[in-house]
């Protein structure tokens, strides 16, 4: 099972993104732009645009995933892998779902492997 293949990456992505917007003497938990508490409360509009700037970053970094997307996505919208993220985000366990990058791609696998594609 793929779920948890790129959270050490994605995890790693966010962190440094967020140690760049924080001064090092405040100390603060990571800061997310989006997270998992915000996205629902987002436009649907808004969350179309995240999920596939989430999806795109996901192609460009995280090969483990990119034939089973490549398989699994082909010819879906994005409005119909919003609905995906929309409907699975409540459902993910807690780890799978720490930042809403992490969550994006756990749904999407989740979905696929759901659908019988498999991941390697």
Partial sequence: MQLMSAVPGLAALIFAAASFAQTPSQPSPLVQAISPDLYPKLPVNERQSYVAGVLDTDRL??????????????????????????????????VLRTAMPVAVHNALIRDCERRGFKGS
């Fill in 61 to 94: 970094l995280f090969r483990q995933s990119k034939a089973q997307f490549a398989a699994c996505l082909n010819g879906k919208t994005i409005a119909q892998l919003t609905d995906v993220v929309d409907r699975s985000l409540p459902t993910l366990e807690p």
